[in-house]
């Protein structure tokens, strides 16, 4: 039992120092982004998974519109940690993320308007967006559920890239020429909006 005892208390010092070097970590570094512009993108989601089509004629029932926002690096400085990053991480081993990005603007609201004849109560000009769905992996959502649920803090400007797909739930009662504009709404006053092409819905 003695020898056990003095094990553990030689022990201590040890465990104490491999816990202290493993939770060294630098302090985050943070930086700001802005939503800049976005771009459009017409998908078919005919087969297992959407995907981006080239071919101007989609199924009806098959088609949405991929949504890519291009984020920029703006004003950049380095800040204090804030107390709720270092406390994420103040009791374990896990280094916070080294670089930070956080919006100087965030979406309110994501609207899809019809540039055509949509059916006899959207006529061209009209906001058809709940007609569509936003579709996370298997699951479809609301574009408000979207929004509520949006991460604005990315940590890799270059690969944290904000897509999202957004599928016609309700497709239009005829086929023919179709085409959508989406505008996001940001937290600054701006409206980013770009129009789709003009796609056959068959």
Not at 168 to 180: C, D, E, K, R, Y
Request: glycine letters at 2%; hydrophobic letters at 40%.
């Amino acid at each position: 039992m003695k020898w056990n005892k003095v094990l553990v208390v030689l022990l201590i010092p040890v465990a104490v120092n491999i816990l202290s070097s493993c939770c060294e970590c630098l302090e985050s570094m943070f930086f700001d982004y802005t939503n800049c512009s976005i771009s459009v993108e017409e998908l078919d989601n005919s087969r297992l998974q959407p995907e981006v089509s080239s071919n101007k004629m989609i199924l009806k029932e098959a088609f949405g519109l991929r949504v890519n926002v291009e984020r920029k690096q703006d004003l950049c400085h380095q800040r204090s940690t804030p107390l709720f990053v270092t406390s994420a991480f103040a009791f374990s081993c896990e280094c916070p993320p080294e670089t930070v990005f956080q919006p100087l603007d965030s979406i309110l609201t994501i609207q899809i308007t019809t540039l055509r004849d949509f059916d006899d109560t959207h006529l061209s000009g009209s906001d058809v967006s709940e007609y569509f769905s936003v579709l996370l992996s298997t699951e479809f959502i609301s574009i408000d559920e979207f929004i509520s649920n949006l991460r604005n803090e990315v940590y890799d400007l270059e690969y944290d890239i904000l897509k999202f797909d957004l599928m016609l739930m309700t497709p239009p009662p005829a086929t023919g020429a179709h085409q959508f504009a989406v505008s996001l709404e940001l937290s600054d006053g701006r409206v980013l909006s770009k129009s789709s092409s003009i796609i056959d819905l068959l």
